[in-house]
């Protein structure tokens, strides 16, 4: 089976983070998102995947030089602009030649444990020209709203409606089985979108299918999603092997070869290769990436530090994301899903609450 991963947004709601490395490519847990992305869909019989690039492309190329991962073989589809995300299918599915195939279809900011197999079941069943996968959320109003019928037909594609709005609560879980025909649909040399476009209009001509999953699912796209995708691994809400090499201390409480962790701990920890909490700090709900240092006095709550990130003495980091290399200044108070970008400072004693620096 041959892949599509969308992978050429500029990941707008995870700025500043997203100035260093583009979504896909940020850690949860020590692993890039976007490894963890193939490493599911090789486990579902994927033997190429073409990542879709338009945001900082080097830095996929760099991660993969020898254009294979996790036994899947990687082509690399750069749009000169972005296309949006038909657009960009089109084009990838053009640019690396696998456009006469049936495609799977992944948003790579997805982490998933869905069934990849039973959805391209369905598709060899019902003769419609895609296929799409549908999760259950509490609020739909972030995604694509998508009421079927009985037998799986798909009713209609309404992208991000308000919530009073939306029929149902299914929404597109980001992984298609496309014909190729779906690609005729696509104008070339224009932004399309597959959601607001493509498949309305595949919507009409009753050629649209979609397959709930139970299964874990979860877009990273924001801080707090971003953070919830790491807290759920450690705390063994995903089927697959998911934690990097590390002992558990504790339930919940592991370490990577290096780690060392003299502070006090609650809920679920996760401290990274050679990074180090120091005695007197306390860290509850976090992951603490590589070499990062959380200093005596600090609290961690609820966060994640990014590799070499440095919470000072008598710091609150709680709510919030520590991007890599930056400095909370001793008794900063960081709150409130605040974002410090890659190697910022917060000053000593500053205050950030819901904020992003910078800006
Ligand atoms: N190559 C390329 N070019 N990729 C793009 C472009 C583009 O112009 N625009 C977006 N992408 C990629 C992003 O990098 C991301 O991996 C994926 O397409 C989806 O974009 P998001 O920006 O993350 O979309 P979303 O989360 O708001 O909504 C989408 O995903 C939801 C599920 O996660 C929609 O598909 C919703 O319908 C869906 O429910
Ligand atoms: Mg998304």
Not at 277 to 305: I, N, Q, S, Y
């Amino acid at each position: 089976m041959i892949a599509i991963v969308l992978v050429g947004g500029e990941g707008t709601r995870l700025r500043p983070l997203t100035y260093a490395l583009p979504k896909p490519m940020l850690p949860v847990v020590e692993r890039p998102m976007i490894a963890r992305v193939l490493e599911w869909l090789a486990s579902h019989g994927v033997t190429t995947a073409v990542l879709s690039l338009g945001y900082q492309p080097d830095a996929f190329v760099d991660a993969f030089p020898d254009g294979s991962f996790a036994g899947v073989e990687l082509r690399y589809a750069v749009e000169p602009e972005p296309l949006d995300t038909a657009g960009a299918i089109r084009f990838a599915a053009r640019a690396a030649e696998v456009d006469s195939e049936t495609l799977v279809v992944v948003n790579g900011d997805v982490l998933t444990d869905l069934d990849l197999r039973s959805l391209v079941e369905l598709h060899g069943s019902h003769g419609g020209e895609a296929t799409i996968a549908l999760t259950a959320v509490e609020d739909p109003s972030a995604y694509g709203v998508v009421p079927t019928d009985d037998a799986g037909r798909v009713l209609a594609f309404i992208e991000k409606p308000r919530r009073e709005d939306a029929p149902t609560n299914r929404v597109n879980a980001g992984t298609y089985i496309l014909d190729p025909s779906v690609l005729e649909r696509i104008a070339p040399d224009r932004r399309v979108s597959i959601e607001r476009e493509i498949f309305p209009e595949l919507v009409e001509a009753k050629s649209l299918y979609a397959l709930d999953s139970p299964a874990y699912w979860l877009d990273t796209g924001t801080p707090e999603r971003y953070l919830q995708a790491q807290l759920d691994i450690l705390r063994g809400r995903r089927a697959a092997a998911a934690l990097p090499a590390c002992t558990a201390r504790s339930e919940g409480v592991y370490l990577a070869p290096g780690a060392s962790l003299e502070g006090e701990v609650g809920g679920c920890v996760f401290v990274g290769r050679d990074a180090t909490v120091e005695a007197g700090a306390l860290v509850r709900d976090a992951v603490v990436g590589a070499a990062a240092h959380v200093a005596a006095g600090a609290r961690v709550r609820h966060c994640v530090l990014l590799p070499g990130a440095m919470v000072r003495p008598g710091a609150l980091v709680e709510e919030s994301v520590v991007g890599p290399s930056a400095i909370v200044g001793e008794g900063a108070a960081v709150t409130g899903g605040s974002i410090v970008g890659a190697a910022a400072l917060v000053l000593d004693g500053a205050r950030l609450d819901s904020a992003r620096l910078p800006v």
